[in-house]
């Protein structure tokens, strides 16, 4: 028999819980694996957070996870209530409703659906899951339009602040100061600040980093290179994530992806040193099967695909062919099973096409951001940005 356990968290409301558990009984008999049984843990996010860690090396909070069982036994499903709570908040949906979404998320995984792996996978796992909230979801038109929504919502939207210090370090003093710069972008709609700590501290510095990081609310990246005392600084500031770049001290800016021929096993041993201290790893790549391969092989959660070629392409055919580079790319990291982002020189003008990709979550843009803003704002700057990005996706 399924059941509901509580870790850490009190009992929901008497009738939630009755309609949550009808939904486990008719779960089990709406598929084959009719004498399974399976546990639904309803707890916080720390909790689900520390299995995240414990068990998926992701040390963040979700709001659901799933874990096989054996034999008639078919798995617990584990539920955030407290980032349900959250979410349902956030998208304007009800969190009843939201959470027996999550539960038959969380069902259809213990039942091999993977919605990251496969070209197909995503589809196949959302034709399902609307076809059970359909029939047990009582406010159904708008879990199901956020449902199909979700595999082409809008990516997200980094904002690098770098050369707001740029332009303080030209005259070596103390504005405009790009800690300054983060809060406005993120009143803009930024859903994260990227800041660059070069080797030579051109613009960036230790300051600016340590100071972003208690200010914005938002998740601070910090982009470095493999250097040793970069990485020990890493560790000690913490950010939520960190993305590891090829740097030269004499470029004007990064040139390329990060090289991992022959460098798997040092990558590795780094994405594994910041890992254990609590920071996810990107790995700024080339959009090419073979790097994403190697990429897999050191750990890394995330890859950002450099979209230089195309945001640099002249000609039509040359850009349609690097948008077509960057799409197999960006889904053959996704059956690796990777987070997906893109960045390097993508502007106001041909930031749609590969906005409109639905396989890449996240853009790091900064350059064009900031020139415009000295015409326009930061916020303002931003907030344009966002919207190109959120209409690449609607069709618009």
């Not at 076809?131 to 879990?143: D, H, S, V």
């Not at 800690?179 to 300051?207: N, Q, S, T």
């Not at 600084?233 to 040139?255: D, G």
């Not at 889904?331 to 096409?353: C, D, Q, R, S, T």
Request: net charge neutral; with cysteine; glycine share 6%.
């Amino acid at each position: 028999m399924s059941q509901i356990n509580y870790l850490e968290i009190n009992p929901l409301p008497k009738d939630w819980e009755r309609r949550i558990r009808k939904v486990l009984k008719e779960l089990k008999n709406f598929y084959p694996k009719k004498s399974s049984n399976f546990t639904l843990v309803l707890t916080n996010k720390e909790k689900i957070q520390e299995y995240n860690q414990r068990f998926l090396n992701r040390n963040f909070p979700t709001n659901v996870l799933s874990f096989r069982g054996e034999g008639n036994y078919l798995g617990d499903i584990l539920v955030s209530v407290e980032k349900a709570k959250e979410e349902a908040s956030f998208y304007q949906l009800p969190l009843e409703d939201y959470l027996i979404m999550l539960v038959i998320h969380g069902f259809l995984h213990l039942l091999d659906y993977d919605h990251e792996k496969g070209l197909y996978a995503p589809w196949l796992m959302l034709k399902n899951e609307v076809k059970l909230c359909e029939r047990f979801c009582i406010n159904k038109e708008k879990i199901l339009n956020f449902l199909r929504r979700r595999e082409y919502m809008p990516a997200k939207l980094a904002v690098n602040v770098d050369h707001v210090a740029t332009v303080r370090e030209a005259r070596k003093t103390y504005y405009p100061d790009p800690v300054y710069a983060a809060v406005l972008a993120e009143l803009g709609g930024a859903d994260g600040i990227v800041v660059h700590l070069r080797l030579d501290r051109r613009h960036i510095k230790e300051r600016d980093v340590k100071l972003i990081k208690e200010i914005i609310k938002v998740k601070l990246i910090l982009e470095m290179s493999l250097d040793k005392a970069l990485i020990e600084f890493a560790k000690t500031v913490k950010p939520y994530q960190v993305t590891l770049v090829p740097e030269k001290v004499e470029e004007v800016t990064t040139e390329g992806g990060l090289e991992l021929d022959g460098r798997v096993e040092e990558v590795k041993a780094v994405v594994k040193e910041l890992n254990k201290g609590g920071i996810k790893v990107s790995l700024f790549l080339n959009p090419e099967e073979k790097v994403l391969e190697l990429a897999k092989k050191t750990g890394a959660q995330i890859v950002e695909l450099h979209t230089g070629k195309y945001a640099e392409a002249l000609e039509e055919n040359e850009r349609i062919k690097e948008l077509e580079r960057l799409e197999r790319a960006s889904f053959w990291a996704k059956e690796l099973g990777f987070i997906v982002h893109a960045g390097h020189g993508l502007n106001y003008e041909n930031i749609m096409p590969v906005a409109a990709l639905p396989t890449i979550e996240e853009f790091s843009i900064g350059h064009s951001i900031i020139g415009r803003a000295i015409m326009v704002g930061i916020k303002e700057a931003v907030k344009e940005m966002k919207e190109l990005i959120i209409r690449s996706r609607e069709g618009k």
